[in-house]
């Protein structure tokens, strides 16, 4: 059999065998950055906030919401992304700080809908139209803001200027105040409201950053087989 039968056949197993991990096995998907996979953490009625367990790929819960606050949107990230060095310095170059890291975990994003979605840990496709620089501590936490493809009342949306009015504020009150205690001054802000270029561009960023960190999702196919003994001859 031929190295490269031998790969379809491997990944079809594989696939078969074992669930995907929600950041390493989903795909982004063909059409990114314009459209891209998401993975949902969190539902808009959620007063628990869950979290991907990175190791396990299998949510955990980070902890019960604090306060009233609830998230406004779908919240989840997208797979194959990473907010490293790249994304940093996007974030320093558009600030005008001297220094910014990625927060190192993927890109995060919320993601508008006129359907309810009643649980978390599902896939879905969203077009980013913008995103809210947010700095945490001095680190590059952005917020992607999308509309789910095909929505009724959001897929149309082009950019974040589309949005309804008060959306924009309810967004920068939710990740402003989330994680704040009582008593308590986290130095989180959010300096730049950016549109729907800069949003794929910062998805393109997080690519890079999910390469260098982890290497590219096309080679990891080709690691195993080696790994296996078989390469690219036939045998």
Same mark, same amino acid.
């Given at each position: 059999?031929?190295?490269?039968? !031998?790969?379809?056949?491997? $990944?079809? *197993? ?23 996979? /998401? ?17 396990a ?29 790249? /994304? ?8 005008? %700080?001297a ?15 006129? %359907?309810?979605v ?6 879905l #496709?969203?077009?980013? @139209?913008?995103? *809210?620089r947010? @700095? !945490? ?13 095909? !929505?009724t ?14 959306? *924009? !504020? #309810?967004f ?15 130095p989180?802000?959010?300096? $730049?409201?950016?549109? %729907?270029?800069?949003?794929q561009?910062m998805? #393109? %960023? ?16 080709k690691? *195993? ?9 036939? #045998?």
């Amino acid at each position: 059999m031929s190295a490269g039968k !031998d790969r379809d056949t491997l $990944e079809r *197993l594989l696939a078969m065998r074992f669930s995907a991990h929600p950041w390493h096995g989903v795909p982004i998907g063909d059409r990114a950055p314009a459209e891209v996979t /998401v993975y949902v953490e969190i539902v808009p009625t959620d007063a628990i906030k869950y979290e991907l367990d990175k190791e396990a790929g299998h949510l955990r819960i980070d902890r019960p919401q604090l306060y009233s606050s609830f998230s406004p949107t779908l919240y989840g990230f997208i797979p194959q992304t990473f907010c490293g060095v790249t /994304v940093g310095e996007r974030c320093a170059e558009r600030t005008g %700080r001297a220094h910014v890291d990625g927060d190192g975990d993927p890109m995060d994003i919320c993601v508008l809908s006129e %359907r309810d979605v009643s649980h978390s840990g599902v896939l879905l #496709r969203a077009r980013p @139209i913008g995103g *809210l620089r947010m @700095i !945490d501590g001095n680190q590059a936490d952005d917020k992607l803001i999308a509309v789910l493809a095909g !929505d009724t009342a959001y897929g149309h949306l082009q950019d974040v200027s589309e949005l309804p009015p008060g959306m *924009l !504020d #309810r967004f920068r009150h939710y990740f402003l105040t989330y994680k704040q205690m009582p008593g308590e001054k986290r130095p989180v802000e959010i300096p $730049e409201v950016y549109d %729907r270029a800069e949003a794929q561009e910062m998805v #393109r %960023r997080s690519q890079a950053d999910y390469a260098k960190a982890f290497g590219h999702p096309s080679e990891r196919v080709k690691t *195993l087989l080696s790994l296996l003994g078989l390469d690219d001859r036939d #045998r």
